[in-house]
């Protein structure tokens, strides 16, 4: 079985990616000091179970082939993956570029597997590639309760690509940020082979599974992040986010967000995470929906103050030493002292 410490192979990274943090099923009962929807996470686990599944019948001989496309950053590579492992699958990774030629060689080589495709739009101008995808998706099972057999040829266009036969019975999993180009015909005959599903996520999903995540803590070089800090993080993330009318993240958070905190939190930035997070959403050019996205309004700046107002009454009740008191106010809100004494006045004028 073809198994992956990271994309490149080279081992494992520092910290928990996206992929890692993704649990193999949600479970919407997951106790945490964050709150979120039972119901949106209930949800999305019905729409990660259809990828299992299709996955599962690539794998198990059902179908030939599974064509899944949706925004980045949402686990699709994780949970095909996952699953394929968890059915101890013989597979392939292949990403970034698949010509023609390069992909008869692997299906040449790795004759019975599942061969994973990820990252590689470039396959859909490619006739070439389209046409080894046509012949490698379609054909007859050999025996009863036995996989579709299927011959894929290549006649050859120099000295250097001689012809070649393959006898092939594996499966093709297409993994892709963009839809199928069907203005092709040769596009379209390839989508009549494989079967298509989008893993779109609703905003409240998005933010239900974000916070789930978050209520399991996060650890990054030896820093391990409580679901009480990691729940800041993701509602500062949110906000920030909200403000700039950008769809939610989830790349965003383990990616960005947490990183920020912990390398502010071990003294090696010098500025505060919140800032960070700021620079990296203000950078991100908002995206164009094609479809209607839910976007929450951000709290009031009354609700901001009640909530600073709650962080000053908790800091006085944890510390009496003054430096101690702007140390925790800027570690939790990222703003000068100036803020503290103005919500320190009211607090205590109370």
Known sequence: MTTRMNRNGTGPRQHAT????????????????????NKH?????????LVRTFTRAVAEHFMTGFFLWGSGGIGKTHTVTRELAALEANYKVWNSRVTG???INNLEKYPSHVHLIEDAESMYRDPRAIGVLRSALDGQRGEAGGPIERWVTWSGDSAAKKPKEVFFSGGIIILSNSELPSHKPEVQALKTRLKTLQLAMTDEEL????????????????????????????????????????????RLLIDGGFPAFVQHAMGNSGVHWRDVIRAIVREQSPQVFTRPVTVHKPPSRAERKAEHQQIVR??????????????????????EQSAFYARKAEVEGA
Request: charged residues 25%; glycine residues 6%; negative net charge.
């Open 207 to 250: 933010r239900a599974l974000m916070r789930s995540v978050s209520s399991k803590g996060f650890v990054l070089n030896g820093y391990s992040m409580t679901p009480e800090q990691c729940g800041e993080v993701c509602a500062c993330v949110e906000e920030e986010l909200h403000a700039m009318r950008s769809p939610l993240s989830m």
């Open 18 to 37: 996206l992929a890692q943090l993704l649990p193999a099923e949600l479970d919407p009962n997951q106790p945490g000091p964050a709150q979120f929807s």
């Open 101 to 103: 030629w390069g992909l």
């Open 314 to 335: 908790e800091i006085l009740a944890q510390a009496k030493d003054f430096k101690e008191q702007l140390r925790l106010w800027r570690e939790r809100t990222g703003l």
């Open 41 to 49: 996470l209930e949800a999305l686990e019905k729409k990660l179970q």
